[in-house]
C-alpha cells in the first residue's frame, strides 16, 4: 500500500501558486519525498525529491516539514499546461526501488 | 534527462491472441526496469521488477505466467501478455532509474478485442 495520502482534487487559477499537500506520517528516516505528474495519457515525469531540506529547481518548490511527516509541492506561476495528476511517494534513494503509487491529486489549471 | 521509450504506443489485438510490449532505455544502461499497469480513472500499478539476466519479482496478484517478462540486455526488457482477454486492456507503462531518478516509458494502450 502507498504510504501518502493526497486530496483527490485541486483548482488553481492560471497564473498563481498551486500548492499540493502530502501527508506521509509513516516515513522512515531514509525515505525521501518524491514527486512525480502524470499528464493524461503519458507515463509520470519526476519533478523533485527531498529528503528533510526544502529543495527547488525549475519545475517546482518542495517544503517538507520539520517532522517530515507532510510535505506541500509548490509550482510558483502554474499554466495549463501544469494541468496533470501529481503523485507523492515515499522511496528510499537507492538505485533499482521501486515506486508505490498512491491515488494522487487532480490538480486543474482555470484561466 | 534520460529517455525511457516504449513500442508500440498503442496496440489492437484480438482475444487469446499474445501482444508483446518493448521497453528500452535509450541513453544509459539498466540492470532493472519496472512495469506498471494502469486503469482508467486509476493510479499505477507496479506489476513486476525486470532484472537483467535473471527472472522477473512478481508483485502479489500477478499472474507470472501472463504476463511474461523478459530482460535480455541491458536496455531492453519486454512484457508480453499471453492469451489476452478484454479484461487485460490497459495502459501499461515501464520505468527503469538513473542514479536516484525513475524514468518512465510514454506508455502502451493495449485494447483486447
Known amino acids: 500500500d502507498a504510504k501518502t495520502t493526497q486530496p483527490p482534487s485541486m483548482d488553481c487559477a492560471e497564473g498563481r501558486a498551486a500548492n499540493l499537500p502530502c501527508n506521509h506520517s509513516?516515513?522512515?528516516?531514509?525515505?525521501?519525498v518524491y514527486w512525480y505528474r502524470q499528464i493524461h495519457s503519458q507515463g509520470p515525469q519526476y519533478i523533485i525529491h527531498?529528503?528533510?531540506n526544502n529543495e527547488t529547481n525549475e519545475m517546482a518548490s518542495l517544503i517538507i516539514t520539520e517532522d517530515r511527516k507532510s510535505s506541500t509541492l509548490i509550482l510558483p506561476h502554474a499554466t495549463l499546461r501544469d494541468t496533470a495528476v501529481y503523485y507523492c511517494?515515499?522511496?528510499?534513494?537507492?538505485?533499482?526501488?521501486?515506486?508505490?503509487f498512491g491515488q494522487g491529486t487532480e490538480l486543474s489549471v482555470k484561466p | 534527462g534520460a529517455v525511457v521509450s516504449q513500442h508500440p504506443s498503442w496496440v489492437i489485438c484480438k482475444s487469446g491472441t499474445s501482444v508483446k510490449i518493448e521497453c528500452r532505455s535509450l541513453?544509459?544502461?539498466?540492470?532493472?526496469m519496472f512495469w506498471y499497469r494502469q486503469f482508467p480513472k486509476q493510479s499505477l500499478m507496479l506489476m513486476a521488477t525486470?532484472?537483467?539476466?535473471?527472472?522477473?519479482?512478481?508483485e502479489q496478484g500477478v499472474e507470472k505466467d501472463k504476463f511474461l517478462i523478459n530482460h535480455a540486455s541491458l536496455t531492453l526488457s519486454t512484457l508480453t501478455v499471453t492469451s489476452a482477454h478484454p479484461e487485460d486492456s490497459s495502459f501499461y507503462i515501464c520505468s527503469a532509474d538513473l542514479n536516484t531518478e525513475a524514468f518512465f516509458g510514454q506508455g502502451t494502450r493495449l485494447t483486447v478485442v
Open positions: 527531498g529528503l528533510k
Open positions: 525486470s532484472n537483467e539476466g535473471s527472472k522477473a519479482t512478481y
Open positions: 509513516t516515513i522512515s528516516g531514509n525515505e525521501y
Open positions: 511517494i515515499v522511496r528510499v534513494e537507492y538505485q533499482g526501488g521501486k515506486l508505490i
Open positions: 541513453d544509459f544502461q539498466a540492470t532493472t
